[in-house]
């Protein structure tokens, strides 16, 4: 199992530039080979051609040399992908965490190690400003940004389970005011095309109109008119395209259908029966104190001010402006995972089935599903950035585990990889995820 992880992980992350190179000097070797047996030199051969038999077997020496440094190199990646792994504790996640952010060169970060049973393992590392002695601690609070989506989602599909929505509730039956003003495509979209990032939506609305709105329930409305205004990209249903619009526009059904905001509807539905406490919206920390981890840019540089401004409009909540501490933020994964074996009483089986049913393309309804062999299947999969915050999840729903990082920096892909990486083939050798 930890192999196969490599080869799909490690592997393609490290070899992949280093493979079309080899394949190259294989060929190139063969070739001279070849040529070795036709133009090898001979004493009656004129001096040119000696020099050129001669070079020939100087290329092939030197070829079997690049051989020999590529195995090499290739041995070096995946025993540095191994050895994280291999020193990686599950009941005991700090040595790894602060490896990645050593490694990585990031502000903080937290790594949490999670089952169906809760959260296993965790812990933080770092720095809340880089450039100032103030660590993270396990009670900050980490934007989630786009993996809040897979919360939206949830939420609404505790909402079909009630019968307040439908799957295949339309924007024409949810806002009969806006129907002569709709394309005939966009009256059928639906709130299930529109969280599977199928309503043929582009990716984002002008944020810039709803800076300072305050009354986010006619916002959400105004974002629907904006997407009327500018028509579909794609036909709905026909193809995916990642829309920050779609869930924007999903949340304003949402708020119809109940009478509530969105917000609240997250408070009711998500947080509170979960007992996930610190949950909240758009950025983090008191303007100007360093009480929770600051916004780092994708270079490493703390972003000009922090708090709550510091995001998205709450206008697009349900695209991405959720935060929480790691632990509660793993109190969700656990619930998803339990709820995938059919033991939630907060979300029931079919419906967690639904929210993970791919709807074309790998992407689900707030989840990415792709095949993954450590998974055993389909994988549970999404990123999230704010372009000041990063967060990522990997888990496998068959296999009962699942491995979250997050940290306080932008465009932290790497090190995200190389902590999960570290913990799945951790998790994979020891059998961890059957408990």
């Not at 990522?392 to 995200?416: C, E, H, L, M």
């Not at 913990?423 to 059998?431: E, F, K, L, P, R």
Request: hydrophobic content about 45%.
């Amino acid at each position: 199992m930890s192999i196969l992880y490599q080869s799909i992980h490690t592997l393609r992350r490290g070899v992949k530039r280093v493979v079309p190179f080899a394949f190259l000097g294989l060929a190139a070797l063969i070739t001279v080979r070849a040529a070795e047996h036709w133009i090898a030199p001979q004493p009656q051969w004129p001096q040119p051609l000696q020099l050129i038999g001669k070079g020939v077997n100087e290329l092939r020496v030197a070829l079997a040399a690049f051989g020999v440094v590529f195995v090499v190199c290739l041995g070096l990646i995946l025993m540095s992908g191994r050895a994280l792994a291999q020193t990686t504790d599950l009941k005991n996640l700090q040595s790894t965490i602060e490896r990645v952010v050593a490694a990585q060169k990031l502000p903080a970060a937290g790594g949490a190690f999670v089952t169906s049973n809760g959260v296993q393992s965790f812990a933080v590392a770092g720095m809340r400003k880089r450039g100032e002695q103030i660590a993270a601690t396990s009670n900050d609070l980490w934007h989630l940004g786009s993996n809040g989506k897979a919360m939206t989602a949830a939420m609404i599909a505790r909402l079909v389970e009630r019968g307040a929505m439908r799957w295949s509730q339309t924007l024409a039956e949810t806002f009969p005011e806006l129907v002569q003003e709709m394309s005939e495509p966009m009256r059928g979209i639906t709130i299930e095309q529109l969280l599977s990032h199928r309503a043929g939506l582009d990716a984002n609305f002008d944020l810039r109109r709803y800076v300072g709105r305050k009354d986010l329930n006619a916002a959400r409305v105004d974002v629907l008119k904006d997407a009327i205004r500018k028509g579909l990209s794609n036909t709905p249903g026909e193809k995916f395209l990642y829309s920050n619009w779609g869930y924007t526009i999903a949340s304003a059904m949402a708020e119809r259908a109940t009478g509530k905001t969105f917000e609240n509807l997250m408070r009711e539905e998500v947080f509170a029966p979960l007992s996930i406490k610190s949950a909240g919206f758009q950025g983090t920390g008191t303007p100007g104190k360093i009480n929770q981890p600051w916004p780092h840019t994708s270079n490493g540089k703390p972003a000009p001010e922090n708090g709550p401004d510091m995001d998205n409009v709450p206008t697009m909540a349900a695209a991405g402006t959720i935060h929480m501490t790691l632990p509660d933020y793993a109190i969700f994964i656990a619930e998803i995972l339990k709820a995938a074996q059919g033991k939630s009483v907060w979300l029931k089986r079919e419906s967690v089935e639904s929210l993970l049913q791919p709807r074309g393309d790998n992407y689900a309804l707030g989840w990415l599903v792709p095949e993954r062999g450590w998974a055993g299947g389909r994988a549970m999969h999404h990123g999230g950035d704010n372009t000041m915050n990063f967060a990522v999840v990997w888990g496998s729903p068959k296999r009962d585990f699942a491995a979250i990082f997050v940290t306080n920096q932008s465009g932290a892909n790497r090190a995200g990889d190389e902590f999960v990486t570290a913990v799945i083939t951790a998790a994979s050798q020891t059998g961890s995820e059957r408990r």
